[in-house]
């Protein structure tokens, strides 16, 4: 079956814009997670999702927020773009919480100038 | 509170040679504990993880690693390194009673360099 797909693969942005980005979990994974990639601050999670609410949340400011379809598929959004928020964002998927295994996709590659 | 401390943030070895990556992890619930590999512009993939059970676990690619509570380590092993281990690994600790995997502390990573 298909993995977990994020599109798009690379966004180039300009600071001040906002950005959308989209994951579509594996077909009958109901639990989404999102991760920031950075050579700085290394993967850092930034919010899980289940049954279309948020469970957790990382400690990011509120420019960051995401939602979660009722067919499990998930967006994050960035607004007011700075550039410290270049980044590959990463997406996994598991079954259900409290799994003990998540699947990741390729990721989004946010570039902001 | 959980984190992970890997020590090396980048391991040389020989083709052939034995893989040890170092994971240390400190968590305050039971935890659930991975390595993943990524490759350039990829993202992550599972290789092994430990949830309850047996302590030695094996992975894919003949990877294996062994849980040992009293050390708090979950180091990374392969007998012999093939050119194609070369990549970043990730060691992770989640809360097996809450989130699990869908809430991952992640270590900051080791590059694997085999030298031909």
């Known amino acids: 079956k298909a993995g977990v797909t994020q599109t798009p693969r690379y966004l180039i942005k300009t600071r001040g814009q906002q950005v959308t980005l989209s994951c579509s979990p594996i077909s009958g994974h109901r639990s989404v997670s999102w991760y920031q990639q950075t050579p700085g601050q290394g993967l850092q999670f930034l919010f899980e999702?289940?049954?279309?609410?948020?469970?957790n949340k990382g400690n990011f400011p509120g420019r960051f927020s995401g939602r979660q379809f009722s067919n499990s598929r998930s967006e994050m959004n960035v607004s007011t773009l700075e550039l410290g928020d270049s980044a590959l964002y990463l997406c996994?998927?598991?079954?259900?919480?409290?799994?003990?295994?998540?699947?990741f996709g390729q990721g989004t590659r946010l570039t902001v100038v | 509170a959980q984190s992970v401390t890997q020590l090396g943030s980048h391991v040389s070895v020989s083709e052939g040679a034995l893989v040890l990556l170092r994971c240390n992890y400190s968590?305050?619930?039971?935890?659930?504990l991975f390595w993943y590999v990524q490759y350039p512009n990829q993202g992550l993939q599972l290789l092994l993880k430990?949830?309850?059970?047996?302590?030695l676990v094996k992975g894919i690619n003949g990877f294996e690693a062994e849980f040992k509570k009293s050390e708090t380590s979950f180091h990374l092993t392969k007998p012999s390194a093939h050119m194609s281990d070369a990549a970043e690994y990730f060691c992770?600790?989640?809360?097996?009673?809450?989130?699990?995997?869908?809430?991952?502390?992640f270590g900051t990573g080791t590059r694997l360099t085999v030298i031909p």
């Open positions: 999702y289940f049954s279309e609410t948020q469970r």
């Open positions: 992770a600790v989640s809360d097996r009673m809450g989130s699990g995997a869908n809430n991952l502390f």
């Open positions: 996994a998927s598991s079954l259900q919480r409290g799994s003990a295994e998540a699947f």
């Open positions: 968590s305050s619930v039971p935890p659930y």
């Open positions: 430990y949830t309850t059970g047996a302590t």
